[in-house]
């Protein structure tokens, strides 16, 4: 496997492939007319500038505020390039439906099964198991509506895509030209997705709100909340040591449930595709010096660049 100095990542969006490298984030997207649209954007870090943001426990939190940031950015741009002029987003309306999808999040995910388990604090006294069985219907919500939500046919797509992103940076990893036909023969399973972190994120949940104590009502929803900081941080840590010792019996085993998952939020992708995802992630080793300026593939849209953006510590 080939030596790297940084843990590369990406994200299926509309029709397209996001990739992320230490100093650069890129997209790919194909357009209407089947050509691909590519452009690039350099991160300026915070904590490049706060060494002590970049810490354990610490680091988890910025690298979840920058996956939101350039994720939410990366969203808008597929969504306006993957579809036909007259069909595009204004930039009120993505944020609108941004906000939304965070406030559904939380108000599902979050303060949801904890609202619906205090109606039974009669019926069960011991906050402990309270805790538990609320931890236990959020990760059975979490996984009832990434089923739900794969049926849907723009899904399927984007799960494609996104298995597309897993056997671009795989091959990448160890040592594979990035050709099509080279990158198809790698899984669509990877053990740094996102997936992973969701998941473990639910699971740790369970652990971090028995701490808080019980109070009112008020104060259960706040501390949900207040708490996902706290979660993000750890679970970031036990990603990364996930994909440091991957190989270790006892990470498989820790592991095994989000690759699991990933048997759902990833499919196989086709050779157009995988095309794009390569495309991305190449535009991102140009960026950061590792490829020459020509692509591999004829690409009928300029790669575009934009001043660096404001952003947090990349993984």
């Known amino acids: 496997m080939a030596e790297q100095d940084h843990y590369y990542g990406g994200q299926a969006v509309l029709e397209g492939v996001m990739m992320r490298g230490r100093d650069h984030w890129a997209i790919a997207v194909r357009r209407p007319d089947q050509s691909i649209h590519v452009e690039s954007h350099e991160i300026r870090s915070v904590g490049k500038r706060l060494p002590w943001l970049r810490k354990p426990g610490l680091r988890g939190i910025l690298a979840l ?77 979490f996984l009832g509506y990434i089923a739900l939500i794969g049926r849907m046919r723009e899904i399927r797509r984007v799960f ?3 298995g597309a992103e897993h056997k671009t940076i795989a091959a990448f ?11 198809d023969r790698f899984s669509t399973l990877h ?78 992708p086709d050779t157009g595709q995988i095309h794009v995802a390569i495309e991305s992630f190449e535009e991102v080793l140009r960026r950061e010096g590792k490829l020459p300026a020509s692509p591999s593939f004829p690409v009928a849209a300029e790669p575009g660049t934009t001043e660096p953006e404001e952003s947090l510590e990349t993984p």
Request: hydrophobic letters at 55%.
């Open 65 to 141: 505020g920058q996956a939101l940031s350039i994720g939410a950015r990366a969203l808008t741009i597929s969504a306006n390039q993957s579809v036909e002029d007259e069909e595009k987003l204004t930039p009120r309306q993505m944020a609108f439906s941004m906000v939304l999808a965070f406030v559904l999040f939380a108000a599902v995910f979050i303060v949801g099964p904890f609202i619906g388990f205090r109606f039974l604090r009669r019926v069960v006294e011991s906050s402990i198991v309270r805790n538990l069985l609320e931890g236990l219907a959020r990760v059975v919500l």
């Open 191 to 268: 053990v740094r997705c996102g997936t992973n972190f969701l998941l473990i994120v639910m699971v740790l949940t369970i652990l971090v709100y028995a701490v808080f104590p019980a109070g009112t009502l008020a104060w259960g929803i706040v501390s949900r909340l207040i708490a996902i900081p706290l979660i993000a941080g750890i679970s970031f840590e036990v990603l990364r040591l996930g994909a440091r010792y991957s190989r270790t019996p006892v990470m498989r085993a820790l592991m095994a449930p989000g690759l699991l998952l990933q048997k759902i939020t990833t499919r196989p």
């Open 160 to 162: 494609e895509y996104h």
């Open 173 to 183: 990893e160890h040592g594979e030209q990035l050709v099509p036909e080279r990158v």
